[in-house]
């Protein structure tokens, strides 16, 4: 299914994705799978909800979807997210996909 990676899985032709946010970094990056999430860094900081609204246009560009199909499932204020992303178009992080 998911080669045992526990941060993600597919729900249709959905993507969810367990991610740990590391906020305030140098630049923008997908790391590697850190326990049941995956690691990324992002430039801004966790105030106001800043973090969150550069977080999902990131995810947006990366896996090449508009910005409308990515949402966060859970962990608005925590480090530890939850996301769907509809249809992504690329995978830029190990995923693979079903069937």
């Not at 249709?12 to 367990?18: E, K, R, T, V």
Request: hydrophobic fraction near 35%; aromatic fraction near 8%; proline fraction near 8%.
């Amino acid at each position: 299914m998911n080669n045992g990676a526990e941060w993600y899985h597919w729900d249709g032709d959905d993507l969810i994705l367990s991610l740990r946010i590391q906020p305030r970094s140098r630049k923008d990056e997908f790391i590697a799978p850190h326990g049941d999430h995956y690691k990324v860094r992002i430039t801004a900081p966790p105030v106001e909800g800043k973090a969150n609204d550069h977080l999902l246009r990131f995810l947006a560009k990366g896996f090449g979807v508009k910005r409308s199909q990515v949402s966060m499932q859970a962990g608005q204020t925590s480090r530890n997210k939850l996301f769907r992303i509809h249809s992504p178009v690329r995978l830029p992080v190990p995923v693979e996909r079903p069937g």
